[in-house]
């Protein structure tokens, strides 16, 4: 039997650069109520979100994620010709094949980077971080680029009161690079299949093409569930994963959860217990939820509006459709 | 031992008054969550995530929705705590 030379990988990983990319149209939740009976009072207090952008024509997934990716390889200070790995998380890109990553790689100028998409929801981000740092472990790329990526307006039922103000669009991007030290602590990460009724697609495309549905299919979700799940079951997630990272609440800087609903952020904060110190992400409230993408754009705000710093340590999680969940400790970069 | 009516109500009280700032003399069995105590939809989860560690009785998302007022809540602790 031949004898196979083993791969040879950085001893950890970190994420070198952050950037984002949110469309040009802020719409305000006035606009929401032209389609449902609510008011801003009602949204602001269930969610938290005053507005969200929504995308253009031009500002497609495509397009959202190659400038979100540039200014993340500029933060990072390489080249796009070093990334090995192009890894775009989405559920609202409505071409299937081939892979979004594949076009975002050449148009970056990468050197026939390995690309493809993940389907993880609101966990996406989580799931394509895990998976580069165990790329760059491993040793099949030095760099890798993690996208999460939306345009939920194309997703969403703008006449159910329930879910017509949650979402909004954008594109969030890491480059995920070598480390002498470890950066990126064990994911905690997993699926509940049994509540795949929770949060879904509401028709699959094949009924809206035979025309058995009339309405295009949009994002649905179980309210009280999903609210019940994430805040208690994820609160259980996120401790595991700073017992994982051998580190406490106490030692924490930053808290990036997966910008969902700004109650499920509050409730989750008082849940875990986190110090008033620990600075708390509320992208939700100006960008509304944007599933893969949150957590990224969260990471690029604070890092910008300096509320959280370069060095900071920070608890990532993200949770949606699936159930699927991942939660990571990370050292912002 | 299973709390009396009395003990479950004034258990909710506590739970309600954390949770939603409302006085604990205003719950009483009569009061509907919703319309009286200012307890909305996303609250009423966490209200009922409490009252399941309090007084050791699941209570299903599914069930949830039929526990309109503190004395639906009561009477449903009543008949399913452990």
Same mark, same amino acid.
């Given at each position: 039997?031949?004898?196979?030379?083993?791969?040879?990988?950085?001893?950890?990983?970190?994420?070198?650069?952050?950037?984002?990319?949110?469309?040009?149209?802020?719409?305000?939740?006035?606009?929401?109520?032209?389609?449902?009976?609510?008011?801003?009072?009602?949204?602001?207090?269930?969610?938290?979100?005053?507005?969200?952008?929504?995308?253009?024509?031009?500002?497609?997934?495509?397009?959202?994620?190659?400038?979100?990716?540039?200014?993340?390889?500029?933060?990072?200070?390489?080249?796009?010709?070093?990334?090995?790995?192009?890894?775009?998380?989405?559920?609202?890109?409505?071409?299937?094949?081939?892979?979004?990553?594949?076009?975002?790689?050449?148009?970056?100028?990468?050197?026939?980077?390995?690309?493809?998409?993940?389907?993880?929801?609101?966990?996406?981000?989580?799931?394509?971080?895990?998976?580069?740092?165990?790329?760059?472990?491993?040793?099949?790329? !030095?760099? *890798?680029? @993690?996208?999460?990526?939306? &345009?939920?307006?194309?997703? +969403?039922?703008?006449?159910?009161?329930?879910? =017509?103000?949650?979402?909004?669009?954008?594109?969030?991007?890491?480059?995920?690079?070598?480390?002498?030290?470890?950066?990126?602590?064990?994911?905690?990460?997993?699926?509940?299949?049994?509540?795949?009724?929770?949060?879904?697609?509401?028709?699959?495309?094949?009924?809206?093409?035979?025309?058995?549905?009339?309405?295009?299919?949009?994002?649905?979700?179980?309210?009280?569930?999903?609210?019940?799940?994430?805040?208690?079951?994820?609160?259980?997630?996120?401790?595991?994963?700073?017992?994982?990272?051998?580190?406490?609440?106490?030692?924490?800087?930053?808290?990036?959860?997966?910008?969902?609903?700004?109650?499920?952020?509050?409730?989750?904060?008082?849940?875990?217990?986190?110090? !008033?110190? *620990?600075? @708390?992400?509320?992208?939700? &409230?100006?960008?509304?939820? +944007?599933?893969?993408?949150?957590?990224?754009? =969260?990471?690029?705000?604070?890092?910008?509006?300096?509320?959280?710093?370069?060095?900071?340590?920070?608890?990532?999680?993200?949770?949606?459709?699936?159930?699927?969940?991942?939660?990571?400790?990370?050292?912002?970069? | 031992?299973?709390?009396?009516?009395?003990?479950?109500?004034?258990?909710?009280?506590?739970?309600?008054?954390?949770?939603?700032?409302?006085?604990?003399?205003?719950?009483?069995?009569?009061?509907?969550?919703?319309?009286?105590?200012?307890?909305?939809?996303?609250?009423?989860?966490?209200?009922?995530?409490?009252?399941?560690?309090?007084?050791?009785?699941?209570?299903?998302?599914?069930?949830?929705?039929?526990?309109?007022?503190?004395?639906?809540?009561?009477?449903?602790?009543?008949?399913?705590?452990?």
């Amino acid at each position: 039997m031949a004898k196979i030379k083993p791969s040879k990988g950085a001893p950890y990983a970190r994420i070198l650069g952050v950037g984002g990319y949110r469309p040009t149209r802020v719409v305000p939740n006035e606009v929401i109520l032209e389609t449902i009976d609510s008011s801003d009072e009602w949204i602001r207090s269930r969610s938290g979100i005053q507005t969200r952008h929504w995308a253009n024509d031009e500002e497609t997934v495509a397009a959202m994620s190659i400038e979100a990716s540039g200014k993340a390889i500029a933060d990072a200070g390489i080249s796009a010709e070093q990334i090995g790995g192009v890894i775009v998380s989405t559920v609202s890109h409505f071409k299937q094949t081939p892979a979004v990553a594949t076009e975002i790689a050449d148009t970056l100028g990468t050197n026939k980077a390995a690309a493809f998409d993940i389907s993880a929801g609101c966990a996406g981000f989580g799931y394509g971080l895990t998976l580069a740092k165990g790329m760059i472990v491993e040793g099949s790329a !030095e760099y *890798v680029l @993690v996208i999460g990526v939306e &345009r939920l307006s194309d997703l +969403t039922d703008l006449e159910d009161r329930a879910t =017509a103000f949650l979402f909004g669009d954008g594109a969030g991007a890491v480059v995920v690079g070598p480390a002498q030290e470890p950066a990126i602590g064990p994911t905690v990460w997993g699926s509940e299949g049994d509540k795949s009724e929770t949060i879904k697609q509401t028709v699959p495309w094949t009924d809206y093409r035979s025309g058995e549905v009339a309405k295009f299919p949009a994002i649905t979700q179980e309210g009280q569930a999903v609210f019940r799940w994430a805040v208690f079951e994820m609160a259980k997630v996120a401790k595991e994963a700073l017992d994982a990272a051998g580190i406490t609440a106490d030692d924490l800087d930053v808290f990036i959860p997966h910008q969902a609903n700004e109650r499920i952020i509050d409730s989750m904060v008082k849940t875990l217990k986190l110090p !008033e110190s *620990v600075t @708390v992400a509320r992208d939700v &409230r100006t960008t509304g939820n +944007t599933s893969a993408a949150s957590i990224p754009l =969260a990471m690029e705000r604070l890092l910008a509006t300096g509320e959280a710093k370069s060095g900071d340590t920070a608890l990532v999680i993200g949770f949606g459709a699936g159930l699927v969940y991942a939660a990571t400790v990370v050292t912002l970069p | 031992m299973a709390a009396t009516q009395e003990e479950i109500v004034a258990g909710l009280a506590e739970i309600v008054n954390e949770i939603a700032g409302i006085p604990v003399e205003d719950v009483q069995l009569d009061k509907s969550f919703t319309d009286d105590l200012d307890v909305d939809s996303l609250s009423m989860v966490e209200v009922v995530v409490a009252a399941e560690e309090r007084f050791d009785v699941k209570i299903p998302d599914e069930d949830v929705k039929n526990l309109k007022t503190v004395g639906d809540a009561t009477d449903y602790i009543l008949k399913h705590q452990g």
